[in-house]
């Protein structure tokens, strides 16, 4: 069971406010709204590496990520983990137990220590009620994972290795160019995003950086060629 410590001053909820109104899924409400949802809001710290979530746990909050970062995982019988998004500020997951109440589809552990906003399922129902923008708002979330979902699926058919590394570097890239990666991403973590090795994701980005696409330093990437980086996401005849 969640164990929740209520904010104490006014000064918190204040300031949990105005984080959740940068929040996609409460941006569009007022004010008073918005601090309507503050209050119902506990925070919970996570160590680096802590489990938040795991598989088939019951569904009974959503999640928002306040500081640090997570990933949503898939983990195999034979202990294989395959990484399904990494989320920062701003970022929340568990939306499905918000509609359905039904146990978490996958594991979230937080790859940086993290401050997590929990809001419960009873509490997220009955303000929607009052606020009918927030359950137009969720659907509209659920409909970008949904494309996006349809988007790696198609990937994972159509595109090689090399096509697979590009489109996660476009997608945790800054718009523009040169653009820099928002989330820096490992070999390692690249490899679980798109289910290969870590070598041959090494050896495309190699390719990349030989022909000057792009250029890393320490683990800072620059995309300094978007054009050609966005036609190898287009599948080859």
């Known amino acids: 069971p969640l164990r929740f410590a209520p904010p104490t001053m006014n000064v918190s909820l204040d300031r949990i406010a105005d984080f959740l109104s940068t929040v996609p899924l409460f941006r569009q409400l007022d004010r008073p709204a918005v601090r309507g949802f503050a209050e119902l809001t506990r925070e919970q710290k996570f160590a680096k590496g802590s489990m938040i979530l795991s598989e088939g746990d019951a569904g009974d909050a959503l999640f928002v990520v306040r500081s640090g970062e997570v990933k949503v995982v898939l983990v195999g019988d034979d202990g294989r983990e395959v990484i399904l998004n990494v989320l920062s500020v701003g970022d929340h997951f568990g939306e499905l137990a918000l509609i359905d109440g039904g146990p978490r589809s996958a594991h979230v552990v937080s790859t940086q220590a993290s401050s997590l906003l929990v809001l419960r399922r009873t509490d997220f129902r009955r303000r929607v009620e009052q606020n009918p923008e927030v359950a137009w708002g969720l659907m509209v979330e659920l409909s970008r994972r949904l ?91």
């Open 147 to 237: 494309r996006q979902a349809d988007e790696t699926i198609g990937s994972l058919v159509l595109l090689d290795v090399p096509g697979r590394v590009a489109k996660v570097l476009l997608e945790h890239a800054s718009p523009g160019e040169p653009a820099t990666l928002v989330k820096p991403l490992t070999h390692q973590t690249i490899a679980q995003m798109i289910g290969a090795s870590r070598e041959t994701v090494s050896r495309a980005m190699a390719d990349f950086q030989d022909r000057g696409i792009i250029a890393v330093q320490r683990r800072l990437v620059t995309i300094t060629d978007r054009e050609t980086l966005e036609a190898r996401t287009r599948p080859r005849p």
